[in-house]
Antibody, heavy 117, light 113 residues
Framework: QVQLQESGPGLVKPSETLSLTCTVS????????WSWIRQPPGQGLEWIGY???????KYKPSLRSRLTISLDTSKNQFFLNLRSVTAADTAVYYC???????????WGQGALVTVSS | DIVMTQSPDSLAMSLGERATINCKSS????????????LAWYQQKAGQPPKLLIY???TRESGVPDRFSGSGSGTDFTLTISSLQAEDVAVYYC?????????FGRGTKLEIK
């Protein structure tokens, strides 16, 4: 069974970069699709983007100018970098296995990131 | 972007009752070449990540109780819980994966009356 775990700073200052790591066990990130999704406090789910085929990416257009998703196959990890953050980027960030680029079959527990000075 | 509209926003039902949640997409999410509807349903309990219940609009994920069922095609979809149990209290989301960016409904909060 695939397991995912998010890690990274819980507090980021406005205008700085939000960086998260997702560590995957029970599956290889060289195959299939791996997504980031976020959920602002008390709100719904927002798909951010995914990485697949060992490094190809697809991003939500409204975030594309600030977003990079990458991976490290040697550590079986993938990463989220979101630049120039504002309070609107405050959310629980989830990483998930995205079956063949379709739906999220395995999810991490989530990491709360607060953007505040 | 495809907009997913869920209704109702919240629902309070008694134990054992049938609960129905609706989801409408702003365009068809039925792919004609394979006759599949690119729609999933998730359950999110308080403080937990979403859990996949249904994909391809009506295929139940392994381990999901058979009281959960999905139906619909094209633009109109339904998640039905045939006999509500206490552990079904959660927020339910629909999700279209027909095109990127993937989008979700705003969620339906299900409570026990």
């Amino acid at each position: 069974q695939v397991q995912l775990q998010e890690s990274g700073p819980g507090l980021v200052k406005p205008s700085e970069t939000l960086s998260l790591t997702c560590t995957v066990s029970g599956g290889s990130i060289t195959s299939d699709y791996w997504s980031w999704i976020r959920q602002p406090p008390g709100q719904g789910l927002e798909w951010i983007g995914y990485i697949y085929d060992g490094g190809s990416t697809k991003y939500k257009p409204s975030l594309r100018s600030r977003l990079t998703i990458s991976l490290d196959t040697s550590k079986n990890q993938f990463f989220l970098n979101l630049r120039s953050v504002t309070a609107a980027d405050t959310a629980v960030y989830y990483c998930a296995s995205w079956k063949s680029g379709w739906y999220g079959d395995y999810w991490g527990q989530g990491a709360l990131v607060t953007v505040s000075s | 972007d495809i907009v997913m509209t869920q209704s109702p926003d919240s629902l309070a039902m008694s134990l054992g009752e049938r609960a129905t949640i609706n989801c409408k997409s702003s365009q068809s999410i039925l792919y004609s070449s394979n006759n599949k509807n690119y729609l999933a349903w998730y359950q999110q309990k308080a403080g937990q990540p979403p859990k996949l219940l249904i994909y391809w609009a009506s295929t139940r994920e392994s381990g999901v109780p058979d009281r959960f069922s999905g139906s619909g095609s094209g633009t109109d979809f339904t998640l039905t819980i045939s006999s509500l149990q206490a552990e079904d209290v959660a927020v339910y989301y629909c999700h279209q994966y027909y095109s990127t960016p993937h989008t979700f409904g705003r969620g339906t909060k299900l409570e026990i009356k």
